[in-house]
């Protein structure tokens, strides 16, 4: 059998909820417990029978990132990695039709389609052999996952048939509630899903052939979960995979440190070796914790729960990091605390200075406890609690404390803060 995976990564207009820390590097490339977000997606890839190729989608200028990436995950999964730019935003079907030829390159059985902002423990496995015993003709499951009610007004929300899991009706963002069944993003299809798409697309041929040149939409733009997964409900075609595992959507920063957490949580189980220990000469470590091997941390630090610590960091006597992820070239001088905070790349942190945040997720200890979305503003124009994010190349002084702010790149901080953004 012969899988092919497509990862949609968005371009340089997308992921604007996750400045500033998307102003240094392209959303997908975010390093989450060491490693980019979509190294995660390309390991789950790779550990799949048969997945020959990764294609990752989008419309990001070909750059430096994003050539290093697919050159060190090629040499490391051992599988073929390629970027195809779309000469626009085409939605998140739109990318899929332009770039057929080249999906269907070789006649792969099925091929993966995944969201680059979301993470999880992703089931491939299960989802191709839940897909394969489908009748003849199916277009495509999609992954699921029981949210709350709440929550589910957010996502793309999906209606089964109990009995086959064909989905019976599908709607994107509900106003009212439909159900706890929501899109993960992640989808597995047989190559008859260019039907519909050849279809979609010839419809907005016609629709647009009438209207003024300069102001018609691009015919090629096609939103999968509108244009496609929705017409297609009850049509025998869509079915539905449920997974109790992690997942989540990495649209915010608050929700970097959640996919954090729980990533290292998955390396327990799937890269021990990557989770610091305890030692002589070590700095202390509580629960799951990521050092890079570059990085110079005091003995007397102590770092945990749920810490990544970056490449080239360097961190002084009686440092504490909690909930936090740290950039890499950041320097945390001699006793300064960063508590449910990320700092960003080549940042420092004064002696004796404390950074903290207020996670939005509701109960960290729940295993699997699904992230609220939290808004960045209250109603009345406040800036609602959140982690403290410091971008890059920030100077911050000794002996003050940042609380619940997000500082953009480059300012030399004077004073403490707190609830702000500081430009
Ligand atoms: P928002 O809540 O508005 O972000 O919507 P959403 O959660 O439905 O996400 P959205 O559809 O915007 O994006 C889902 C995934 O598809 C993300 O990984 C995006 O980077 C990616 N994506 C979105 N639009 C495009 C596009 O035009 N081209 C490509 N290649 N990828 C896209």
Redesign the pocket.
Known sequence: MLLKAII????PM??TRFRPLSLETP??LFPVAGFPIIHHHVEACAKVKGLKEVIL???YQPNDSLNRFITQAQLQFKIQIRYLQ?YT????A??IYHFRDQILAGTPDYFFIM????CGDFPLEDMLEFHRVKPTGTFCTILGTEATRQQSL???CIVESKETHEIMHYV??PETFISTIINC?IYLCSPTIFEPLEVEFKKNLEQNYNSDYLTAPCSEMI?M?QDIFVPLASSGKLYVYQTSKFWS?I?SAGAAIYANRHYLHLYKKSHPERLAKNGPGKPQVIGDVYIHPSAQVDETAVLGPNVTISKNCVLGEGVRVRESVILEGAVLQDHCCILDSIIGWNTQIGNWTRIEGTPNDPNPNKPFAKLEAIPTFTNDGKLNPSITVIGSDVQVPSEVIILNSIVLPNKELSGCYKNQIIL
């Open positions: 949609l990564i968005g371009g997308k992921g959303k997908p989608i989008g419309f779309e935003a085409l939605g998140t739109g990318g969201n680059a902002d979301v957010m996502y793309g994107e963002k993003g939103r979960e959507q649209k």
